[in-house]
């Protein structure tokens, strides 16, 4: 391992992050975390058409919210001389040559080679325009995109994830680097940023490992270190259909609006399709702990987004007070009762926002249900004295079943009935110091409080 690694995260700014984006991003950070390394953040904006600046803005905000801050940051579209001089020193070498076919000729010229059985490769037939020829067709008003020449070979590297990998360069169309309107695809910039960042180790989605054949050749060709590569499984619904960010309903904003833990997407994001169990796990620093590349499966990481709701009751119902006080204020539950009421209710929730009616039904008013009004104005007349602690609840209703022999749900529903006009929710012992005695009475004796 080298002594202190920079990863990268690099996604366009062309929609919102969803879950499955949250795996790399993840998967970069914490191996930062675990080497003692750092991590960039670089938006991959040079598709000026399809790039907002609303987009990464929220990527910034998302990633925020998920707990992923990065050591640095930049963003492509600021960068675009450092891209024209490395494609200048890539036409020098011959390495990037003009093309003028349009579309439609290169769609032509693909179904014909699969009509003959060929694979649909470039045939670089531009290779051999003469200079003359070239003129021509500039004069014509054809403006060339730009292919990276590719060498014929095997290009093999020993991946993070997958371990020994190869692409066979010589099964691959020489890839356009420059379109016709001058602006540059995804794969130059991205190479020359990496080697311009020193980035040591490149993590990120297996869709990529046909990208690596060529951006090795690519860092090569520049003359610059290659860093190590590591691709992952793809989060998949679980049915095993891709995520895209098409997907609005699993966008990190909508989970975020819809209440869950960024801790729980943490999780779930990156422990499916991991040697781990997937489970809450509230830290980062946890995380970093359980995951460890090699150890992540080859197979699609198939997840069902409705474990998210287990895996966030799960980290509610351990979340420490200091990590929700403020959350429970802007929830309008009264300082000086939130810590006590945290505890009475938290193993009740699956979203931290659930609260919010529990903190009613202890604040009041709430109508009472008196099912049996003869029992209840007994109870009633049993109730301890004030000040209620966390004993009251045993106390009194053990005076109340040696009063009247009910037992079990005769005894202890008729009670939750009165205090809380409920038949369900959390235990009545950590409620009733909350309710109090001035309205626990009032509710006895029917009354709305
Ligand atoms: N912008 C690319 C993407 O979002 C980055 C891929 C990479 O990590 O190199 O797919």
């Not at 062309?14 to 991003?25: E, W, Y």
Request: aromatic content about 6%; overall charge negative; glycine content about 8%.
């Amino acid at each position: 391992m080298v002594a202190s690694p920079l990863v990268r995260f690099a996604p366009s700014p062309t929609g919102f992050l969803h879950i499955g984006n949250a795996r790399p991003a993840l998967l970069n950070l914490l191996f930062a975390r675990r080497h003692g390394g750092r991590f960039l953040l670089r938006l991959d904006d040079t598709d000026r058409e399809r790039s907002t600046e609303a987009f990464a803005e929220a990527i910034r905000a998302d990633l925020a919210w998920l707990g992923v801050a990065p050591d640095l940051f930049y963003r492509q579209s600021e960068r675009t001389a450092l891209y024209d001089a490395a494609a200048e020193r890539l036409k020098a070498a011959g390495r990037l040559y003009p093309c003028y076919e349009t579309p439609e000729e290169l769609d032509r010229r693909r179904k014909r080679q699969l009509g003959r059985g060929q694979p649909p490769i470039y045939d670089r037939a531009a290779l051999d325009l003469t200079t003359g020829e070239r003129a021509a067709l500039e004069a014509e008003g054809r403006h060339p995109h730009w292919r990276f020449k590719l060498d014929h070979r095997m290009v093999a590297w020993d991946d993070l994830v997958r371990g020994e990998s190869h692409v066979d360069c010589a099964s691959l169309s020489d890839p356009v680097l420059v379109r016709a309107d001058g602006s540059y695809l995804y794969t130059l910039p991205s190479v020359v940023d990496d080697a311009e960042s020193g980035i040591t180790h490149v993590i990120r989605g297996e869709d990529h490992v046909t990208n690596t054949g060529v951006q090795v050749q690519l860092f090569e060709a520049l003359g610059t270190a290659v860093p190590r590569f590591g691709h992952h499984n793809l989060l998949t619904t679980a049915d095993g259909e891709g995520l895209s960010k098409r997907l609005g309903h699993l966008s990190l904003r909508s989970l975020r609006d819809a209440g869950y833990e960024p801790a729980a997407l943490r999780s779930l994001a990156v422990l499916t399709g991991s040697a781990e169990s997937v489970r809450p796990v509230a830290s980062l620093e946890a995380l970093a702990e359980l995951v460890d590349l090699a150890h992540l499966s080859r197979a699609p990481a198939r997840f069902d987004p409705a474990e998210l709701d287990g895996l966030n009751a799960r980290l509610v119902h351990e979340m420490p007070f200091p990590e929700v006080r403020e959350r429970l204020a802007g929830l309008g539950i009264a300082e000086d009762a939130a810590e006590a009421f945290w505890g009475a209710v938290r193993a009740n929730l699956g979203r931290v926002g659930e609260a919010a009616p529990w903190w009613r039904v202890v604040a009041g008013p709430v109508t009472p249900v008196v099912t049996d009004a003869a029992f209840v104005a007994e109870a009633a007349r049993l109730l301890p004295n004030a000040p209620f602690g966390p004993g009251t609840w045993k106390a009194w209703t053990e005076a109340v079943k040696a009063a009247t022999g009910a037992k079990g749900r005769a005894l202890f529903m008729p009670l939750r009935l009165a205090l809380t006009g409920l038949d369900h929710g959390p235990d009545l012992a950590g409620l009733l110091p909350l309710i109090g005695p001035e309205r626990a009475a009032q509710r006895l004796a029917g009354d709305a409080a």
